[in-house]
Nanobody, 115 residues
Framework: VQLVESGGGLVQPGGSLRLSCEAS????????MKWYRQAPGKERGLVAT????????AYADSVEDRFTISRDNAKNTVYLQMNSLKPEDTAVYYC?????????WGQGTQVIVSS
């Protein structure tokens, strides 16, 4: 299993970014996918979850109405569209897949929200 995140960067408050996570090594379309984030000095926390076919989605309260998770099973990729970014969204963002009893993580992509 391999997960590769991309799309992070430096953005001003109120701006937008789209993160991508390209998956390989497993049947992507059969598994739910999740985005987590970890801010400096804090524990890693769940941001958003999407079911295998994309029909069921859930968000952390802190990002509800600002972030959108989606997936393209033909491209083995899950996305996180982040709008109206706030300084408190600054973190390393990770995608996650729980495959055959094991949680798998990407290397993460850094998001910095600052003026």
């Amino acid at each position: 299993v391999q997960l590769v995140e991309s799309g992070g960067g430096l953005v001003q408050p109120g701006g937008s970014l789209r993160l991508s996570c390209e998956a390989s090594g497993f049947t992507f379309s059969s598994y739910p996918m999740k985005w987590y984030r970890q801010a400096p000095g804090k524990e890693r926390g769940l941001v958003a979850t999407i079911s295998s076919a994309g029909g069921s989605i859930a968000y952390a309260d802190s990002v509800e109405d600002r972030f959108t998770i989606s997936r393209d099973n033909a491209k083995n990729t899950v996305y996180l569209q982040m709008n109206s970014l706030k300084p408190e969204d600054t973190a390393v963002y990770y995608c996650n897949a729980y495959v055959q009893g094991t949680g798998h993580w990407g290397q993460g992509t850094q998001v910095i929200v600052s003026s």
